[in-house]
């Protein structure tokens, strides 16, 4: 079973940086877009940022200028760059192809909390 690992949150205070990392069991991310999504309680998984296998890139408005996504299909990698940390960042982040395979798929996230 194919596993996505997030990892790389934690408290950080607000105007800090924090970079995400999620790491793929197996070689999913080549050929497929790849989401990474915030969970606030509450609220629905929201997508804030998405790299297309040609690295094309898509921020969420909020995000936009401060959060930069990369990818590297030789280590099953997707990183998310998340600066200029605000408290409407907090939450827990998660990771996934964008693909009918993954749409329900959620792996364990990892959880951002932002401090004013």
């Known amino acids: 079973q194919v596993q996505l690992v997030e990892s790389g949150g934690g408290l950080v205070q607000a105007g800090g940086s924090l970079r995400l990392s999620c790491v793929a069991s197996e070689s999913i991310f080549r050929g497929e877009s790849v989401g990474w999504f915030r969970q606030t309680p509450g609220i629905a998984h929201k997508v804030v940022a998405i790299i297309s296998s040609d690295e094309t890139t898509w921020y969420e408005d909020s995000v936009k200028g401060r959060f930069t996504v990369s990818r590297d299909d030789a280590k099953n990698t997707v990183d998310l760059q998340m600066d200029r940390l605000t408290s409407e960042d907090t939450g827990t982040y998660y990771c996934?192809?964008?693909?009918?395979?993954?749409?329900?798929?959620w792996g364990q996230g990892t959880h951002v909390t932002v401090s004013s």
């Open positions: 996934k192809p964008i693909t009918v395979r993954f749409r329900s798929y």
